[in-house]
T-cell receptor, first 111, second 111 residues
């Protein structure tokens, strides 16, 4: 079964509105990564979180890793049309080489 | 973009035929991964490699085999293609189980 759950599946926003996607794991994660995939493209790495409670920012993007290292979120402030795409989280469990991807949140931004 | 290529980029094949997809990297990264991407499922790991001749199974390995005889090449073989293996296949590489760089993808259709 899927190890990492991600919601929502789709999000339609007006340009300028905020956007958040959430990931939850049933087991503790060693780290979590976030990727963005533009339509027709390949996933592109955004960031990796490792520490419990970690918060990282990249311009309008804020990434959080939960205290229990079982959940994470990506928040975009004041979306722009360039933010359109699908956002994926990917979690790795301790002592494993493999990552489990969430099913992704597809973001559409209306100008 | 990282030096990672996939071939072929598109392939149509018939049910029951063997198919081999190639991933080639020029980055000398240790880890290589094969994922498939299907609507509603995100990216699912098929197999991965943590060194030459060192491979392990992912979530959806049935019907697939892999080989890595050189650091730069990771081959994915569908032993007898089925319609359920119609998908987009992505190869990814990483240096140290961290950030993953994805190739452009191979769109495979099994008729």
């Amino acid at each position: 079964g899927q190890q990492v759950m991600q919601i929502p599946q789709y999000q339609h926003v007006q340009e300028g509105e905020d956007f958040t996607t959430y990931c939850n794991s049933s087991t503790t994660l060693s780290n979590i990564q976030w990727y963005k995939q533009r339509p027709g493209g390949h996933p592109v790495f955004l960031i990796q979180l490792v520490k419990s409670g970690e918060v990282k920012k990249q311009k309008r993007l804020t990434f959080q890793f939960g205290e229990a290292k079982k959940n994470s979120s990506l928040h975009i402030t004041a979306t722009q049309t360039t933010d359109v795409g699908t956002y994926f989280c990917a979690g790795r469990m301790d002592n494993f080489n493999k990552f489990y991807f969430g099913s992704g949140t597809k973001l559409n931004v209306k100008p | 973009d990282a030096g990672i290529t996939q071939s072929p980029r598109h392939k149509v094949t018939e049910t029951g035929t063997p198919v081999t997809l190639r991933c080639h990297q020029t980055e000398n990264h240790r880890y290589m991964y094969w994922y498939r991407q299907d609507p509603g499922h995100g990216l699912r790991l098929i197999h991965y490699s943590y060194g030459v001749k060192d491979t392990d199974k992912g979530e959806v390995s049935d019907g697939y085999s892999v080989s890595r005889s050189k650091t730069e090449d990771f081959l994915l073989t569908l032993e007898s293609a089925t319609s359920s293996q119609t998908s987009v296949y992505f190869c990814a590489i990483s240096l140290d189980r961290g950030e993953q760089y994805f190739g452009p993808g191979t769109r495979l259709t099994v008729t």
